[in-house]
């Protein structure tokens, strides 16, 4: 009898090794998207990023690795940047995509492992992780940071804001701030030139969960 040919559901990881967070909670990334917003989705961009916009933070080509459904880059991009959105949920991009076609907004959004970044073959002048660092392990940890640097351009600039371990009502995979700081070593081409709190918000917490918000140099 043949064997039956795979299709999408029977590998819900798309061919890669599941992550910590998603062997933890039994459901793929883009599981979370199959049934309404996601936890981390609020449907529209987080607050510090808007901040970060308006403060002029952002230059050259911009990747937003982990987009979701994109509202972080839909937001940067609709002030002129020329921005990426990588994600690994399918489910999220299409959300994504439909947001920018209905909004008129020029922005490329695309299936990318965060893992392997260097599968993009470009440089980015400014990098942003929001919500997606602290989901990794330790060992995940390293490739991710190795993943980035593949990416980010020498002098340019990683903005993460990720769940941190200071203060009540953190969020899940809380980090700390001397994580950041090891994590992000000079030995692997990287200045960690701020760590200020911050809230990430979510779809549980109202007014958003303490956050680091860690703006991180390539050298």
């Given at each position: 009898m043949?064997e039956r040919s795979?299709?999408?559901?029977?590998?819900?990881?798309g061919g890669?090794k599941?992550?910590?967070?998603?062997?933890?909670?039994?459901?793929?990334?883009d599981?979370?998207?199959?049934d309404?917003?996601?936890?981390?989705?609020?449907?529209?961009?987080?607050?510090?990023?808007?901040r970060?916009a308006?403060?002029?933070?952002?230059?050259?080509?911009?990747?937003?690795?982990?987009?979701?459904?994109?509202?972080?880059?839909?937001?940067?991009?609709?002030l002129?940047?020329?921005?990426?959105?990588?994600?690994?949920?399918?489910?999220?991009?299409t959300?994504?995509r439909?947001?920018?076609?209905?909004r008129?907004?020029?922005?490329?959004?695309?299936a990318?492992?965060?893992?392997r970044l260097?599968?993009?073959g470009r440089?980015?002048?400014?990098?942003?992780?929001?919500?997606l660092?602290?989901?990794?392990d330790?060992?995940?940890?390293?490739?991710?940071v190795?993943?980035?640097?593949s990416?980010?351009?020498?002098?340019g600039t990683?903005?993460?804001?990720c769940?941190?371990d200071?203060?009540?009502?953190?969020?899940?995979?809380?980090?700390?701030?001397e994580?950041?700081?090891?994590?992000?070593?000079?030995?692997?081409?990287w200045?960690v030139?701020?760590?200020e709190?911050?809230?990430?918000?979510?779809?549980?917490?109202?007014d958003?969960?303490?956050?680091?918000?860690?703006?991180?140099?390539?050298?």
């Amino acid at each position: 009898m043949p064997e039956r040919s795979k299709s999408p559901a029977d590998d819900p990881f798309g061919g890669r090794k599941p992550t910590s967070h998603e062997r933890m909670t039994g459901l793929s990334w883009d599981a979370s998207y199959h049934d309404g917003p996601a936890p981390w989705d609020i449907e529209r961009p987080q607050p510090a990023i808007v901040r970060l916009a308006s403060e002029g933070a952002f230059a050259g080509a911009v990747l937003d690795a982990g987009c979701g459904t994109g509202e972080n880059a839909l937001h940067l991009a609709a002030l002129g940047l020329p921005v990426l959105g990588v994600d690994v949920a399918e489910t999220a991009l299409t959300i994504a995509r439909e947001k920018a076609g209905d909004r008129g907004v020029q922005v490329e959004f695309a299936a990318a492992d965060a893992l392997r970044l260097d599968r993009l073959g470009r440089g980015f002048g400014t990098v942003l992780d929001c919500g997606l660092f602290h989901t990794f392990d330790g060992d995940e940890r390293s490739r991710y940071v190795r993943s980035l640097a593949s990416v980010t351009e020498r002098g340019g600039t990683l903005y993460v804001l990720c769940f941190s371990d200071q203060g009540p009502g953190t969020g899940p995979h809380p980090v700390g701030r001397e994580e950041l700081g090891a994590a992000f070593a000079p030995g692997g081409g990287w200045s960690v030139v701020a760590v200020e709190p911050d809230r990430v918000r979510t779809r549980y917490h109202d007014d958003g969960a303490p956050a680091w918000l860690a703006t991180i140099r390539r050298i």
